[in-house]
């Protein structure tokens, strides 16, 4: 590991440091300035010349200043000579712009991926986007890791009778569909209708949840709108109570409260590819800092990374589940 040189801006130093922690590397330090005028300077304040450097930064709010420190910290590290440069970016949030889905409108993930390859980056290393198709947004190689092993590692150890893994929307259906598989239960999925940013409409659930208990999962929840309307659905249809598991707990808003004192929740889980609220002690938060470490020290022993997903990933194990409605 002596060639590894990891950095990480200010987004979130811990998840950093346990990965350093993993590799058994000491995390190097970033000097970030701000001048007068609001712009940002990096300075990298360990030698990187010929050495394999990552640079770890969820796009966590404020999104557009963590950004910027990326970028910086990638052209200081393309400028001080590094043999290559893998973004560890853990939430890519501009994943959620993915498509042209009004007139005159921007497709952020695609512009954000350009931005990074311009700045330097040789590689990108994230997890769990919200649109798998935001991979081939991408000039240079990306490797895309996923948490469903860590979370159904969680509830496997509980009482899962009479549950059901239920997916906030069809879009997310195919990744429920293989935590379902994971935990040995059947499957549902919400008809969602987004109004706007924190405003959704889920007018039916397709699938059997009448009398069961409810393992909602989510790639990502913010404001935790879409969750509260699920619940109010589960709850008319007769679900007796819901546990809600998701890889990007960003619990932005009014989230925290809705969802802490929320009737029918009973256990929220999350991981750490972002901060974690400081208001939130019951919150139950699962550490994917051994998952990102197992997969620089593979990409730096230019190892296969999809192995660690033997058994999680559909392509690797045996037959998923029939899907109870189409997608």
Not at 136 to 150: C, E, I, K, R
Request: charged content about 20%; some cysteine.
């Amino acid at each position: 590991m002596r060639e590894i040189v990891v950095f990480s801006g200010s987004a979130h130093r811990p998840l950093a440091r346990a990965i350093c922690d993993s590799l058994g590397v000491t995390l190097s330090s970033v000097e970030l300035t701000r001048f007068s005028n609001d712009c940002l300077q990096a300075q990298l304040q360990a030698n990187c010349r010929q050495r394999d450097v990552y640079i770890v930064q969820p796009l966590v709010p404020p999104t557009q200043e963590h950004l910027m420190e990326l970028l910086l910290m990638i052209d200081a590290a393309k400028g001080a000579s590094a043999a290559q440069i893998t973004a560890v970016i853990p939430h890519y949030a501009y994943a959620r712009s993915d498509k042209k889905d009004a007139s005159r409108i921007s497709i952020g993930g695609r512009l954000v991926a350009d931005m990074l390859a311009t700045a330097g980056v040789s590689r990108v290393l994230t997890m769990t986007l919200h649109a798998p198709q935001v991979h081939g947004f991408f000039s240079v190689p990306v490797d895309h890791l996923t948490a469903l092993g860590v979370l159904s590692d969680h509830f496997s150890g509980t009482d899962l009778s009479d549950t059901v893994v239920v997916s906030p929307d069809l879009g997310n259906a195919k990744t429920a569909t293989q935590f379902a598989r994971l935990l040995g239960l059947p499957v549902a999925a919400g008809s969602k209708q987004r109004l706007a940013d924190d405003r959704v409409v889920i007018d039916s659930i397709v699938g059997d949840v009448t009398g069961k208990r409810a393992l909602v999962l989510d790639d990502e929840i913010a404001t935790g709108g879409s969750i509260v309307e699920l619940l109010d659905k589960l709850d008319e249809l007769g679900c007796t109570g819901a546990s809600i598991a998701c890889t990007h707990g960003l619990f932005v808003g009014k989230a925290v409260s809705r969802l802490r004192d929320h009737p029918m929740i009973d256990e929220v889980v999350t991981t750490d590819t972002v901060p974690a609220p400081s208001d939130w002690p019951e919150l139950k938060v699962l550490s994917v800092a051994e998952l990102f470490a197992q997969a620089i020290s593979r990409v730096h022993a230019g190892e296969s990374i999809s192995s660690l997903f033997d058994g999680v990933d559909p392509t690797l194990g045996p037959p998923q589940p029939k899907l109870p409605f189409p997608v």
